[in-house]
């Protein structure tokens, strides 16, 4: 079955600290792999997007790895902001055009 | 929100009873979606377009229809609304098939009591 884990499920940190998220999925045979941000009360924005053969990608302070043998992605955000606080969703995508979405890690950087 | 709006935005309305959304996209993708986003879930796919009134199912389509009259305009309705609708509706939209780049729109928020 086609399934996106994502982990921690809530993340509270300090303003100014680093922090790592991730995402496990089992979707096959895989395409690419994308990480979305959502502000509260707003729509996905995505981050980054990340195919077989990537294996970093950065967008700013924004870090997305890719291990396609484990089938594991990981998001690292480098010295938090207060503007960091929101849900980070990690889809994947197979050769069937399916998205199959993560629910979600919700991130609180606190002051 | 990449020129993508909503509306409305909020609803409220009772067992039983009809409601449209609406998406209106200033865009002119041809590939426009609809998803459904429920705490502890994963944004699902309810239903989408790929052009002016070709519309297609997606993961979770019972109880709903669409219509697409217009390139920019993707209407979502339920026909009669149960408290499982309860959920924030975002639309989506693509200038290639669902495979590449998603643009949301803000969501709307329908409360079914």
């Known amino acids: 079955k086609n399934q996106v884990e994502q982990s921690p499920q809530s993340l509270i940190i300090l303003e100014g600290k680093n922090c790592t998220l991730q995402c496990n999925y089992t979707v096959s045979p895989f395409s690419n792999l994308r990480w979305y941000k959502q502000d509260t009360g707003r729509g996905p924005v995505s981050l980054t997007i990340m195919t077989f053969s990537e294996n970093t990608k950065s967008n700013g302070r924004y870090t997305a790895t890719l291990d396609a043998d484990t089938k594991q992605s990981s998001l690292h955000i480098t010295a938090s902001q207060l503007s960091d606080s929101a849900s980070y969703i990690c889809v994947v995508r197979n050769y069937g055009n399916k998205l199959v979405f993560g629910a979600g890690t919700i991130l609180r950087v606190k002051s | 929100d990449a020129g993508i709006t909503q509306s409305p935005r909020h609803k409220v309305t009772e067992t039983g009873t009809p409601v449209t959304l609406r998406c209106h996209q200033t865009?002119?993708?041809?590939?426009m979606y609809w998803y459904r986003q429920d705490p502890g879930h994963g944004l699902r796919l309810i239903h989408y377009?790929?052009?002016?009134?070709?519309?297609d199912k997606g993961e979770v389509s019972d109880g709903y229809s669409v219509s697409r009259s217009k390139t920019e305009d993707f209407l979502l309705t339920l026909e009669s609304a149960t408290s499982s609708q309860t959920s924030v509706y975002f639309c989506a939209i693509s200038d290639r098939e669902q495979t590449y780049e998603q643009y949301f729109g803000p969501g709307t928020r329908l409360t079914v009591t």
């Open positions: 377009s790929y052009g002016v009134k070709d519309t």
């Open positions: 865009e002119n993708h041809r590939y």
